[in-house]
């Protein structure tokens, strides 16, 4: 059934009493007739599994304030970008008793115009800025649904999923990155019933298009930003300049790398070797690659070739490609890899950080206001909370980025040693030692940022040192009396109760107050379960090719295994979970009797559908050859469990 929206208003009430049937059928019985779109009832099914109440009036998750302008920051290109267009098209619907609002990829409301009237009655079931509109949160709705689809779509009354927003309309169409086509954000135009407009979801159409199309005509001259010289290399007869998106397809050039490149008939750089690592390297996160000698073909020619990343906020959207005739002698040139002085220095940035949780978030954020700082760093949370990974994030960003990052395990240096690895040593300093004598990490850190992990296992007599070098800012090599000044920002971490250890007297308290200027605690996996879904997608797209898996489904019960353990290792736990589970399945879906045994030992109240956990014991048991015991182990219940549930789906053995 659709709705006109120049009808009157019987039939209004006609077209929502039925569609109102139709959904209370849905919600108790779990089954609707054909007057559903097709597209509205897979949302409803969407909206059933995520948990969803269908009978909240208004919707539970919030951000903070602070939070929130976080998120205008990290959005603040998308925002520059969308905003005119929004308040032209508030004003061309102004009286209309409407709202027009910007999402990011993930539901959030950053931004909205409309009526003031209107508006109030947003507040009353919170479609307001710093509100979730998923379809995880909020049911079937036009930005939840938008975000799961990527297409433009229109939501009427009882066609949502929750009844708190039957009164309401809803017209959404995605902000697509032009050259990648990933979802950047969403354009909502939202109001009561009796505003609806048959142009409502045209408006939001254009709208987001525009801004779309705003985007790319940006992109280019954005690129040519990156750095000075590549505005005057666009129209060098000398160099060429090349844009591709992140699947390195060819977008944009100039005139040399046309000639250059349509001459081949080479649309992506993949067919060209060299050219194709470099740009592998900066898309996996290294900042900009400078000044490194390649060949781009099969012919004997050299070019000197830079790379650089175009960013939209924090969305990487393609790749800058400078390139020109090398006129220097094969090897003279050398790569540089611009903040990267040591190999594994730079493995990790902000843009590694996976995790929308509210928890989560308000981490980052203050560790990226750490990173403007040059105060020790203190970083303290529970073993596999990924205290490397922020320490690495955090020098990337700081003004010390050039300069090495050297990590230290405390904890993995015999005793006798630490000492020597911290500070180096002189010449003949102890039988061993080389004749040169050696620097230590400190000395290696230069300038740069030195971590020190597990630093509750630092012997004391080596924490007498340590506490010298951040007061005094000089270390002193073993066997020598001179001091070597050193300049070095120390990030500490552990993840031990450090005050407990100063009352068993197994660590300084002066040292203890010296490391802890900043302070942040990196919060476990179960702080932030509703992270763990993205944190599983990321692994399986990660570890799936080494098993020859690559388009892998989850089974929803698998998921709900997976979100309700406890998690005692965290984040590292739950990657070798997950290769674990990669080496157990067999076919394209990950079910739940291919996870390790310890988790479904551990989890109790996972509510399994009954097709579901049918489905599952008829893999269970041909996996195991028909043998039950085997096939009840393996689903972690009792062989008795197992034949009553045989019996209960009348399954044949």
């Known amino acids: 059934m659709t709705w006109n929206p120049n009808s009157s208003c019987y039939e209004y009430v006609e077209f929502t009493s039925s569609i109102q049937k139709a959904w209370s059928t849905y919600v108790e019985a ?35 304030q602070e939070d929130l302008l976080t998120k205008h920051e990290k959005n603040q290109k998308l925002l520059s970008f969308a905003r005119p267009d929004m308040k032209h098209l508030a004003d061309t619907v102004k009286g209309s008793e409407t709202i027009i609002t910007i999402s990011d990829r993930n539901g959030l409301i950053l931004d909205m115009y409309g009526d003031t009237n209107v508006l109030t009655e947003g507040e009353k079931i919170h479609f307001m800025p710093g509100a979730v509109w998923s379809e995880e949160v909020g049911g079937t709705n036009a930005i939840g649904t938008v975000i799961k689809t990527k297409k433009p779509v229109q939501i009427l ?52 298009n525009h801004i779309s199309k705003y985007i790319e005509k940006n992109i280019y001259q954005d690129g040519l930003q990156v750095n000075p010289f590549l505005a005057t290399a666009l129209g060098s007869a000398d160099d060429g300049i090349v844009i591709v998106n992140t699947r390195k397809k060819i977008v944009k050039m100039n005139g040399k790398a046309e000639s250059y490149f349509r001459q081949r008939e080479i649309q992506t750089i993949d067919s060209l070797y060299e050219l194709d690592k470099l740009v592998n390297l900066v898309l996996k996160g290294k900042e900009k690659i400078t000044e490194k000698e ?114 230290i395990n405390c904890g993995a240096i015999p005793r006798e040693l630490i000492e020597s690895e911290l500070f180096g040593y002189e010449p003949g300093a102890f039988t061993g030692a080389k004749s040169k004598g050696s620097p230590g990490k400190f000395e290696l850190a230069q300038g740069g940022t030195i971590f020190l992990d597990e630093i509750g296992d630092m012997p004391l007599n080596v924490q007498v040192h340590l506490l010298r070098i951040l007061e005094e800012k000089v270390i002193t090599r073993i066997g020598g009396n001179k001091p070597i000044p050193v300049d070095v920002r120390v990030i500490a971490a552990t993840h031990k109760n450090l005050m407990e250890a100063v009352r068993k007297g197994e660590f300084r308290e002066d040292l203890l107050f010296r490391l802890r200027v900043i302070q942040l605690r990196l919060p476990s996996l179960r702080e932030r379960p509703s992270d763990i879904p993205l944190l599983v997608q990321n692994f399986i797209q990660k ?40 080496f157990n399945m067999e076919g394209d879906t990950l079910y739940p009797y291919d996870l390790p045994f310890e988790i479904l030992e551990n989890v109790d109240d996972v509510d399994l559908t009954a097709e579901s956990e049918k489905d599952q014991l008829v893999k269970a048991i041909k996996m195991m050859g028909g043998n039950i015991t085997s096939a009840a182990e393996k689903l972690g219940i009792s062989r008795a469990t197992m034949y009553r549930k045989i019996k209960q789906y009348s399954i044949t053995i």
Not at 36 to 59: A, Y
Not at 557 to 564: E, H, R, S, V
């Open 543 to 582: 570890l799936g090719p080494q098993f020859r898996k690559d388009h892998i489904q989850i089974n929803m019960d698998t998921l709900q295994y997976l979100t309700k353990y406890s998690w005692p290792g965290n984040i590292r736990e739950l990657k070798n979970v997950i290769e674990q589970s990669l």
């Open 30 to 64: 779990g089954h609707s007739n054909e007057i559903i779109r097709p597209d509205i009832l897979i949302s409803w099914q969407r909206s059933k599994k995520f948990g969803v109440d269908p009978f909240q009036i208004k919707i539970q998750e919030m951000v903070k």
């Open 294 to 407: 390649i060949s781009l073909g099969d012919d004997k020619g050299k070019f000197i070739c830079s790379i650089y990343p175009i960013r939209i906020d924090y969305n990487l959207l393609g790749i800058v490609i400078r390139f020109r005739e090398s006129k220097l002698s094969p090897g003279l040139m050398k790569s540089t890899l611009v903040q990267q002085k040591d190999p594994g220095s730079l493995r990790y940035t902000f843009d590694h950080m996976i995790g929308t949780s509210p928890t989560f978030l308000k981490i980052v954020n203050q560790a990226r206001k750490a990173a403007r700082l040059n105060s020790t760093l203190f970083l303290s949370g529970e073993t596999g909370t990924g205290k490397e990974l922020f320490a690495q994030a955090i020098h990337h960003v700081s003004e010390r980025r050039n300069k090495p990052f050297v990590a």
């Open 157 to 208: 009354f009882n066609e949502h999923f929750c009844n708190g927003w039957h009164d309401w309309f809803c017209a959404a169409s995605p902000i697509l990155d032009p050259l990648t086509n990933e979802l950047l954000g969403v354009i909502d135009i939202s109001g009561k019933w009796k505003n609806v407009h048959p142009h409502t979801l045209g408006l939001a159409i254009s709208t987001a």
